[in-house]
């Protein structure tokens, strides 16, 4: 780590935070930047057709909703599937909780979503999150989503961890993002709900004014849900001076952290932590 008392810095911090709360570089004790901006930003009329610019929001919706019924194959994955919440970090195969792999989508649009930036190109909207530093695009070319990610044929893309995205508007301030394509090795929400290569996901992101845009994300996964559901909502504030803080994953610390304190700390402890 940065010095040699780093180390002790961080067993005493695991007293106060959770490690989930260290790694992500504030925890979620901080307050969002949302409230902050209430007042913020030059206020008006939602301008047509317009995303672009930084946006505060909370820091995560994804405990907000309730997953339907898994068909065997999700009661299957399901089961291997071993969340911090439940297993301790000694415990948890979370890749993203033990080693700071990608959170993949659509979790890192419902965890730490405190920032958020859209840039619009002629081609394209990327969109871009403060944690991790992470990027999409969403093609507005007219463009069809792929239909054999993952397949066997020589044309067939690879499944991503933040999937292909395509994006029209409704109207003149709501846009509509479709996604599908995405890595099956990452979790829907932290509590480990798993999806398919298959599943399609969309946002649905409404500009109620200048300052004010609310997201809804619902998801469609027929191999592993008994039918689509919603995985949250949330609003964000403009951004007046459009600057976001650096928040980042680092592995080397996350490591050092479990060397140090996460994995002694959860030997003795039950297989599952209820």
Avoid at 209 to 216: A, E, F, Q, R, V
């Amino acid at each position: 780590m940065r010095n040699h008392f780093r180390g002790a810095i961080i067993a005493l911090a695991v007293l106060i935070f959770s490690s989930s709360a260290m790694a992500q570089g504030g925890g979620a004790a901080q307050n969002t930047l949302y409230n902050k901006l209430k007042d913020g930003g030059p206020g008006g009329p939602a301008p047509r057709r317009e995303l672009s610019g930084s946006w505060a929001g909370p820091i995560a919706i994804d405990t907000a909703s309730v997953a339907p019924p898994l068909t065997p194959l999700g009661q299957k994955l399901m089961s291997a599937n071993k969340p911090e919440a439940k297993f301790h970090i000694a415990g948890t195969n979370d890749s993203f909780a033990r080693v700071c792999d990608p959170l993949g989508f659509p979790r890192n649009m419902i965890f730490e979503i405190r920032g958020i930036t859209f840039a619009t190109m002629p081609d394209r909207i990327i969109v871009l999150n403060q944690y991790q530093r992470a990027w999409r695009e969403v093609w507005t070319d007219g463009r069809e989503l792929p239909k054999n990610v993952g397949g066997t044929g020589k044309d067939a893309p690879d499944p991503r961890y933040y999937g292909y995205s395509v994006g029209h508007w409704e109207g003149d301030t709501t846009f509509v993002v479709d996604t599908t394509g995405l890595d099956d090795k990452t979790w829907v929400t932290r509590m480990g709900y798993p999806h398919s290569i298959d599943a399609h996901v969309q946002e649905r992101y409404t500009r109620l004014s200048h300052n004010d845009l609310k997201l809804s994300l619902t998801l469609d996964d027929p191999k592993i849900y008994t039918k689509p559901f919603v995985l949250g909502t949330a609003n964000f504030r403009w951004v007046p001076n459009q600057e976001l803080d650096e928040q980042l994953c680092i592995p080397s610390e996350m490591l050092q952290y479990l060397s140090l304190v996460g994995d002694p700390a959860g030997k003795g402890v039950p297989a599952e932590v209820k």
